[in-house]
């Protein structure tokens, strides 16, 4: 008599992290992507891509916004000399206010990845949202809190936008770029307010836009 034979289905392993990675994606380089600059009124929005070395691990990394500033500086430092390698991109003022912050976002991700020396076989995104990419891509919210290279993305493109800001002070030190690097504080919109926006302001942006009305005297339609 012919034994019956019952199909066993294989279910995937838990998710476990190996550097970003998770055990069931396919084989090659896993890239963590990440932006920092979204929300400011002046400046550019700028992205990283990373792809971390398993055999030159890195401690301490993290959600760039829960590091100090000391210790965001020493990590961008260890990683660029540790990481198989990274890539930082942005998307500019003027790109911003054209095409709008969330698209400009995905544009220097795009950038970003594509500036990658080795190519990856996945990029995994920090957010829930996805650019178009030439390589698979999973969005993964609050990655930069839970995967390592989305943290090394986290901290190359948040400390590249400070740099950015401080050099723009050197330039522009009545908007006060280096203590806020551009977010919409109570000195920074006071400055809006009595000199109007620099061509390093977001436009498009409402309180840029109303206060630099009423620093010009302008009357918005």
Request: with cysteine; proline share 5%.
């Given at each position: 008599?012919?034994?019956k034979?019952?199909?066993?289905?294989?279910?995937?392993?838990?998710?476990?992290?190996?550097?970003?990675?998770?055990?069931?994606?396919?084989?090659?380089?896993?890239?963590?992507?990440?932006?920092?600059?979204r929300?400011?009124l002046?400046?550019?929005?700028?992205?990283?891509?990373?792809i971390?070395?398993?055999?030159?691990?890195?401690?301490?990394?993290?959600?760039?916004?829960?590091?100090?500033?000391?210790?965001?500086?020493?990590?961008?430092?260890?990683?660029k000399?540790?990481?198989?390698?990274?890539?930082?991109a942005?998307?500019?003022?003027?790109?911003?206010?054209?095409i709008?912050?969330?698209?400009?976002t995905?544009?220097?991700?795009?950038?970003?990845?594509?500036?990658?020396?080795?190519?990856?076989?996945?990029?995994?995104?920090?957010?829930?949202?996805?650019?178009?990419?030439?390589?698979?891509?999973?969005?993964?919210?609050?990655?930069?809190?839970?995967?390592?290279?989305?943290?090394?993305?986290?901290?190359?493109?948040?400390?590249?936008?400070?740099?950015?800001?401080?050099?723009?002070?050197?330039?522009?030190?009545q908007?006060?770029?280096v203590?806020?690097?551009?977010?919409?504080?109570?000195?920074?919109?006071?400055?809006?307010?009595?000199?109007?926006?620099?061509?390093?302001?977001?436009?498009?942006?409402?309180?840029?836009?109303?206060?630099?009305?009423?620093?010009?005297?302008?009357?918005?339609?």
């Amino acid at each position: 008599m012919a034994t019956k034979k019952t199909a066993i289905r294989s279910t995937p392993p838990a998710p476990t992290c190996r550097q970003g990675a998770l055990l069931w994606d396919p084989p090659g380089l896993v890239a963590g992507v990440d932006e920092a600059g979204r929300g400011p009124l002046a400046g550019p929005v700028v992205a990283a891509a990373v792809i971390l070395d398993d055999l030159n691990p890195i401690a301490g990394l993290n959600d760039s916004k829960k590091l100090t500033e000391r210790r965001r500086e020493q990590l961008f430092l260890e990683i660029k000399a540790k990481a198989l390698c990274f890539s930082i991109a942005q998307a500019s003022v003027q790109e911003i206010d054209e095409i709008n912050i969330l698209q400009a976002t995905m544009l220097a991700m795009q950038r970003a990845v594509a500036g990658l020396r080795l190519k990856p076989a996945k990029a995994l995104i920090d957010g829930n949202k996805i650019p178009t990419l030439d390589v698979m891509a999973e969005a993964i919210v609050q990655g930069d809190a839970r995967v390592n290279c989305i943290a090394a993305a986290s901290i190359l493109a948040k400390v590249t936008r400070d740099h950015y800001m401080c050099d723009l002070h050197e330039q522009l030190p009545q908007y006060g770029f280096v203590s806020h690097k551009g977010y919409g504080t109570k000195a920074h919109l006071d400055a809006l307010r009595m000199v109007g926006a620099c061509e390093y302001h977001r436009r498009s942006f409402s309180p840029v836009m109303l206060l630099h009305a009423a620093a010009t005297g302008q009357v918005l339609a």
